[in-house]
């Protein structure tokens, strides 16, 4: 009996593929619609992609330092990791706070910490991504008053906040407000970025986090863009002209180690996203219609046991990255598993961009792998299959009513199932996990975060709020909380805010005073 051999996705795969596969992409040239081969004519023979190191842990001064070491050696854009406190809008010294403050990213809760994070670091000459959510709006506008002291002004600043609430819901749970005034905010922020922040990509909808907890390729793609629908109809809802914010949407995927799968993942991911601009909403500009997109290395992947071996994981994924044709990349560092990574690991991982980039070779002709018969028959099979799904999403009422239902989690949730029944029976095969273990112990080095970072923050709120005017504050607050119970656009108050010196915690505070908590129903 011949075994039946499938990718991660599920997705059979014959013995060999010849002529007799004809690919969609057969005559198509990078640059053009639909822009399977890339959304540049040149890609990397004009330009390597942006090499951004997700870097935040400690206090602001500790970030500094690391934005620094890395800037020094090489890395083109920042991007920063914040706190769980800092991540669903409580401050250092509030007691859901306890215990993770400056853990797992750094620990931001005024003007003061931003203008700490980028000190010596001139914001109109770099370009900075957060990885935030549910608090984007405040952290974008503590970015853009940090900009100011620096006497850089709001036009000029260039980089990304992550603001994708919907996979939240989904899969990664750092939510503070129910969805809809959830997605209020989201559109506040992309119309005033419209205006007021024209180089800033305001959301980028993030297929990575439900990647990682557990969905296939064909389930990234096409939930991510199910949201995606789902974030462009609520800006088109409030009056905003398809191109006046399209060409600003970014993504934000995973990248696993099914190395020929995730290549032709990323392939169609393009080629689905430019037909849904241009057939369903009718975008002119071509900026709308090009999918642009930052990648990661999975972190899922890493091992504990082992973790030398994660250097080459990395490597082979960051590759598949840059033969998909990301915009910009992260690659995980090996020791990620255990803990945050240390400058040496950091470095290596910065390291196997810049030698991807500069030594392989790939980068010398764009889409290499382009008349593959295996990858172009994989392009066409995820395009095929990603499509059920966002037709059966479209069937439901779209992403809100998805997740209400629980469908995206009940999805994720089977596959995750699936994957760890072929780990624990031995059938997909995890070097020095299920297989070619030992007995050794890595004695490498591991970064500790001082638990004396919490008592640090908290007397410098202290000290903050016995310094600051604390009338102007209320009167901003105030200001901030009559327009969330109005239909403004809630960005002007929110950065009102920020400059009073107003900190997190209350300005998430007094939304959750007029927007509620976010209690997730059961499903299974």
């Known amino acids: ?28 040239e990078p640059g053009k619609h639909p822009y399977t081969r890339g959304i540049h004519p040149g890609m990397y023979r004009d330009r390597l992609w942006t090499m951004r190191q997700y870097t935040g842990f400690g206090t602001a001064e500790q970030t500094n330092q690391r934005f620094k070491y890395l800037l020094e050696r090489g890395q083109t854009g920042l991007s ?13 010294d509030d007691s859901h706070a306890e215990g993770e403050v400056g853990k797992v990213g750094v620990s931001i809760t005024s003007l003061k910490d931003m203008m700490k994070c980028f000190n010596g670091i001139p914001l109109d000459k770099v ?27 709001s036009k000029q600043l260039r980089g990304t906040t992550q603001n994708d609430i919907l996979k939240e819901y989904i899969a990664r749970n750092t939510y503070i407000y129910p969805p809809r005034p959830s997605m209020r905010l989201i559109g506040d922020m992309i119309e005033y970025c419209s205006k007021k922040v ?126 998909g044709g990301c915009q910009s990349l992260h690659t995980n560092s090996k020791d990620e598993a255990l803990a945050l990574p240390t400058e040496a690991a950091v470095k290596i991982a910065l390291r196997t961009q810049q030698i991807v980039g500069h030594e392989s070779g790939i980068t010398k002709t764009v889409d290499p792998l382009a008349g593959s018969y295996y990858v172009e028959q994989l392009t066409d099979t995820i395009e095929a299959e990603a499509n059920k ?22 999805e994720i949730r089977q596959n995750a199932y699936r994957l760890k029944k072929e780990i624990d029976g031995g059938e997909r095969i995890i070097v020095g996990v299920n297989k070619f273990t030992d007995s050794t112990k890595d004695k490498s080095d591991i970064m500790k975060i001082d638990d004396s970072i919490q008592t640090q923050q908290v007397q410098h709120l202290k000290e903050l709020r016995s310094t600051r005017d604390n009338a102007k504050v209320e009167s901003a607050l105030g200001k901030m909380k009559n327009a969330a119970d109005k239909d403004e656009n809630l960005m002007p108050y929110i950065l009102d805010a920020v400059k009073s010196y107003a900190t997190l915690g209350e300005i998430s505070n007094t939304f959750r005073e007029v927007f509620g908590i976010y209690q997730p129903k059961e499903t299974f």
């Open 127 to 153: 370009s900075t991504s957060m990885t935030i959510n549910s608090t984007a709006s405040t952290l974008l506008a503590l970015y853009i008053a940090a900009g100011e002291s620096q006497g850089v002004d």
């Open 198 to 323: 024209p180089q800033w990509y305001p959301i980028s909808i993030s297929g990575y986090h439900m990647r990682e907890a557990g969905c296939n390729a064909v389930q990234e793609v096409a939930f991510t863009l199910a949201n995606a629908i789902e974030y462009i109809e609520t800006c088109v809802d409030r009056g905003l002209k398809i191109d006046s914010f399209a060409p600003r949407l970014s993504f934000f995927f995973c990248c696993t180690s099914e190395f020929l799968e995730e290549i032709a993942k990323f392939r169609a991911a393009r080629r689905i996203y430019a037909k849904i601009l241009k057939d369903r909403f009718h975008a002119k500009d071509k900026r709308s219609i090009q999918l642009k997109f930052h990648v990661q290395t999975s972190g899922e992947s890493l091992t504990a046991q082992q973790p030398d071996n994660n250097i080459v994981r990395v490597a082979m994924q960051s590759m598949a990255a840059v033969l």
């Open 80 to 92: 920063m990791a914040f706190d769980l406190p800092t991540q669903i809008g409580y401050d250092a």
């Open 389 to 410: 799904y966002l037709k059966k999403i479209d069937r439901m009422g779209g992403s809100l009513v998805g997740i209400e239902r629980g469908f995206f989690q009940s």
């Open 1 to 28: 009996m011949i075994k039946t051999i499938k990718t991660d996705s599920n997705i059979t795969v014959k013995r060999f593929y010849d002529s007799k596969v004809k690919p969609k992409s057969k005559t198509e």
